[in-house]
């Protein structure tokens, strides 16, 4: 496909639980973003990778979160132990260097029950 | 990062232009303006840029007047499928513009009615 993929679209995850949440960024997208989303609220951001080096993870709010992208394409967002305070949907967005424009993916919307 | 100040919501009907004005009293001299529109259940997406005076694209058009402390989105003849909420970015657009994390406050929700 042409744009950024994530998966799954939706999460249900029980208080405790652990989730794993999947980016395709474009294809060839040197710069990788994650953003958190409260509903009703603008994006908010998590962390960013450079190719496989993650660079700025300022945004992260505990450490219960963990991202990686081992071969500077696919990214993966952990949260561990999950919070009722983790809901929200979770943003991927992808950029070209020469460009800079993210091109944001649908999101994965976490419900934590 | 400068900060901006958006309206939370506005209404309006199918054909009329929208005008959507943005605060951004500390912005800074190298600094861009950057509207993104969100629909339900989507990433946001780029809709235009701009430093100062006008631009224009085949979706909207960008005012900024002489002193850059605000910026006016305007969307021509509005449509039902143009519902959405609308964000106001301020920040540095250099080279390292695909490497910088974008900050967005709460948006503007638009409505619009048939």
């Keep these: 496909g042409a744009g950024v993929s994530q998966s799954p679209r939706y999460k249900v995850a029980k208080r405790g639980q652990d989730v794993a949440l999947r980016c395709d960024p474009i294809s060839g997208h040197v710069s990788l973003f994650w953003y958190q989303q409260a509903l009703g609220q603008g994006p908010e951001f998590l962390t960013y990778f450079q190719n496989e080096a993650q660079l700025d993870k300022s945004g992260l709010p505990s450490d219960r979160f963990f991202a990686e992208r081992p071969e500077g394409s696919v990214s993966t967002l952990k949260i561990q132990r999950t919070q009722q305070e983790d809901s929200a949907v979770y943003l991927c967005a992808s950029s070209d260097r020469e460009l800079g424009e993210q091109y944001f993916g649908p999101g994965t919307r976490l419900t934590v029950t | ?114």
Excluded at chain 2, 31 to 48: A, C, E, L, V
Excluded at chain 2, 56 to 81: G, M, Q, Y
Aim: with cysteine.
């Design chain 2, 1 to 114: 990062l400068a900060k901006t100040t958006q309206p939370i919501s506005m209404d309006s009907y199918e054909g009329q232009e929208v005008n959507i004005t943005c605060s951004h009293n500390n912005i800074a001299t190298n600094d861009y303006i950057t509207w993104y529109q969100q629909f339900p259940s989507q990433g946001p997406r780029f809709i235009i840029q701009g430093y100062k005076t006008k631009v224009t694209n085949e979706v909207a058009s960008l005012f900024i007047p002489a002193d850059r402390k605000s910026s006016t989105l305007s969307l021509p003849r509005v449509s039902l499928s143009d519902t959405a909420v609308y964000y106001c970015l301020v920040g540095d657009r250099g080279v390292d513009t695909g490497r910088r994390a974008l900050t967005f406050g709460s948006g503007t929700r638009l409505q619009v009615q048939p």
